[in-house]
């Protein structure tokens, strides 16, 4: 006969069948290793249910909560399309020109996000931040394997982050034409100004909630199995049975002892 509250260690090894036990009744212990099926994997996520739900909520909260906090950001980008002169008694040769203006875009990437043009733009707007702070906020990457390069200028107000990425350029353009001014000149053409952005580009409250929301159900399913493993209580007869090899003859309820009346009088 058992009680249906007895306690004994369990180690938790998700596997599909089979349990394996290890007794040693001279000493009246039991060490064994318990091996879950799937239903078992099942039954102890819908018992946990509650605590994986809860650290979900938590960390959608706090995601919230974080973006909710924070100055939204704007972005304006522009197209300059990066080209060379030819002169007159030169043939073309529109092969090696693709792939020559191509490499050549790459390293005119580079030149984008340098204090030169840095500085010309602070200069031009007046603008009060450094050219190292200005630079963060500054990017530039070649599209694809174009000869197009995409600068974009992120800022809290959008209307600076539209003026700004014009104004780079502009600069740049003239920055290029003076480093180049031989007949087989590097030109640096604005092919598309910036627009006014519309919208912010960070934060993003709703791509950051639910990235929360999966990784708090993980580390909520990760907890629920500690929980499990953790726990030295069984639930029913039939779980001491199963895990003890012996079988239940009866159960010793559980009850409160209710003090007299004459002690509850005194």
């Known amino acids: 006969m058992h009680n249906s509250q007895l306690n004994g260690r369990r180690d938790i090894t998700p596997m599909n069948s089979g349990m394996r036990l290890d007794d040693d009744t001279s000493k009246g212990t039991y060490d064994g290793e318990l091996v879950l099926s799937q239903a078992d994997l099942v039954r102890i996520i819908r018992r946990r249910l509650w605590v994986i739900a809860l650290v979900g909520v938590v960390f959608a909260g706090l995601a919230a909560g974080f973006d909710f906090l924070q100055t939204p950001t704007y972005q304006a980008s522009i197209n300059i399309l990066i080209g060379q002169k030819q002169s007159g008694d030169t043939p073309p040769d529109l092969g090696n ?31 009060s931040v450094s050219p190292t702070d200005f630079l963060e906020n500054l990017d530039a990457e070649q599209v694809s394997t174009t000869s197009f390069v995409e600068v974009s200028y992120a800022d809290s107000s959008p209307e600076r982050a539209e003026r700004i990425a014009n104004t780079v350029g502009e600069v740049f353009s003239d920055e290029v034409s003076k480093a180049s001014p031989s007949a087989n000149a590097i030109t640096a053409t604005v092919w598309e100004r910036a627009v006014l952005p519309d919208s912010p580009t960070a934060p993003n409250p709703l791509r950051d909630v639910l990235l929360a929301v999966a990784l708090g159900l993980m580390l909520g399913a990760g907890l629920a199995f500690l929980l499990e493993y953790l726990d030295n209580s069984w639930e029913s007869p039939d779980e001491v049975e199963r895990v003890s090899g012996v079988p239940t003859y009866g159960v010793i309820p559980v009850f409160k002892a209710h003090k007299s009346r004459k002690a509850e009088e005194s």
């Open 97 to 127: 020109e693709v792939v020559g203006l191509q490499q050549l875009t790459a390293t005119m990437v580079e030149a984008v996000h340098t204090r030169p043009v840095a500085q010309g733009v602070i200069q031009r707007l007046d603008l």
